[in-house]
């Protein structure tokens, strides 16, 4: 970006600035640490200047919004047209109470939804399961049938919204319970927008919901993506998941080596099954961390969209533009809450949901301060979606796009990152793809490593974190936190009862039979799970009849 | 007790699928001379108490987040009464509200560590417990 003449004139004048005037500062106030790191324990320099940048070529490493390889954004005017999403992830208890909050949350000017449904949900266990004992309404909404999906959506318009959905191993079935709930609503299907996370490698990676081995996960994945194709040409058939990677203790290069790789597994899926690139690509989309290194968090966004472009054109030869780009949805750390001191959280979050802007992201989750204790509550949760509306309205960072391109530091971060992330890609290439890497461990390993040393520098003081291990205050207890009825687990169980009473079982038992015969074959599976669906069988009954064909995943446990 | 190490075996009940604290705990204390053994996701309580019986553990460190400690902790409290075991020390860990924990004591949990702890206050309470 600078020509041959003015970077050795930069150099020599770097090299006078360092031998005579840092020497003579370092001699009188000497710097507060031996080695500075970036929050992902990357060391940092002291200054960045061109220099660092001699081999950046602007056109080709940057270029400009909108156009290859969008490491300035993937639309040319970004916020200046339209603000990123406000979507905080909600859901608890019955979908009455969950309904509830939603039309809260819309009535505060939030403008998209994203449904965090409870572990049993996640994992295709009924309310009655022994499995669900404890669980039941405890980390998201419980939903054992289309009925209750009718009343978490109850009154609000599924063409006027876009609804996100936390659902990995059992998506299938919570969209064809969307889709028939949006028919009764007078929505078609191609008018339905959202997304499903669809992300069952990064559970066994990180979040632990699997229920199938990879390569029947890997099946209804693809499914999606050829029904969605077909019939949704709105929806956002995967959302390729960074965020839990990174909570379960990866640094930002590995958050951005393991996702992409991850991508990289689900274009091979597709493309094996016979799907042309452009015709599943642009509906991929993508969800990351903002951690509390501002700077680096930018970088890592803005890298992970670089890559992601150079690997769909380069390594799947993808032509539409709309295959190359890296839409993201991003949510504050959730790690970096502390439960001492509540309030500074929502300092963090602010920082978090900067650096989430400041990367360009299409839609945003913050967290709420009381987060490291409970579900949080409702004004919490209002302090948390105002956070993005001060920003949104307020801060001045949406006026123009990409403001810190150019930044010396935050350029060199970027290409740093890129670079690592490529050369974790390349490793998990060599052991033969993302599926062979985590069933050998290997990728878990490596975040263990990082959360285990994350931990020793706190413990060492290395890493400072304000008020656990520095600027410590005696504290009360905790007030006003959001506890889940304990009685939804019995209350669910009972309206359960009811529905297995009222339902035509005849159907039922015939739409499963259905399914199981067709899991046995490589039919996409969608159009019978929407039948199982409308005739009201439950989440549970159509999970159990593909457990018993594709069997259930263990994973490999090392430490 | 010289000589013979301290054999923990960490849990994850119930459905909860994050387990960096576990491995994180887990760690620390293999670092600290421990025998640690980890049972990996979705453990049942029977199954959990049968580890532990067979493992000959001094020590059941619990980790939940998705608040399912209330039904859970109790009942491997439960198991290990009906299989007349009083020497097992029992901790737990995750997001634990303040007023869950008195009830948890109540019922035999020597201790619960909440965020932010550090593991040497883990080590710490597991090597003064059990010697």
Known sequence: MFDKEEMKKIKQSKKEWENNVVQKTLKRFPERKDKFVTGSGKEVERLYTPVNLEESDHNKDLNFPGQYPYTRGVQPTMYRGRFWTMRQYAGFGTAEESNKRYKYLLDQGQNGLSVAFDLPTQIGYDSDNDMSLGEVGKVGVVIDSLKDMEMLFDGIPLDKVSTSMTINAPAPVLLAMYIAVAEKQGVAPDKLKGTIQNDVLKEYIARGTYIFPPAPSMRLITNIFEFCFKEMPLWNTISISGYHIREAGATAVQEVAFTLADGIAYVDAAIKIGLKVDDFAPRLSFFFNAHNDLLEEVAKFRAARRLWAKIMKERFGAENEKSLILRFHTQTAGCTLTAQQPDNNITRVTIQALAAVLGGTQSLHTNSRDEALALPAEDSVRIALRTQQVLAYESGVTETVDPLAGSYYVETLTNEIEKQALEYIEKIDKLGGVTQAIEKGFIQQEIQNSAYQYQKDIEESKRIVVGVNKFKIKEGLPKGLLKVNPEVGRRQVEELKKLKEGRDNHKVKENLKLLEKAAKTDTNLMPLILDCVKSYATLGEICDVLRSIFGEYKESVKL | ?131
Not at chain 2, 11 to 38: S, W
Not at chain 2, 85 to 105: F, M, N, Q
């Open chain 2, 1 to 131: 007790m010289e000589g013979k190490k301290i054999r923990v075996l960490i849990a994850k009940p119930g459905l909860n699928g994050h387990d960096r604290g576990a491995k994180v705990v887990a760690r620390a204390l293999r670092d600290a001379g421990m025998e640690v053994i980890y049972t990996g996701l979705r453990q049942t309580p029977e199954q959990i108490v049968e580890t532990a019986i067979q493992e000959d553990v001094d020590v059941i460190g619990l980790s939940i987040l998705s608040g399912a400690h209330t039904h859970l902790f109790p009942k491997v409290m439960e198991l290990l009464k009906e299989n007349s075991i009083k020497d097992i020390i029992v901790i737990g860990g995750g997001v634990i509200p303040e007023e869950d924990i008195s009830e948890l004591k109540k019922v035999g949990i020597a201790k619960i560590f909440t965020p932010g702890t550090d593991t040497r206050d883990i080590i710490k309470f597991i090597k003064e417990k059990v010697n």
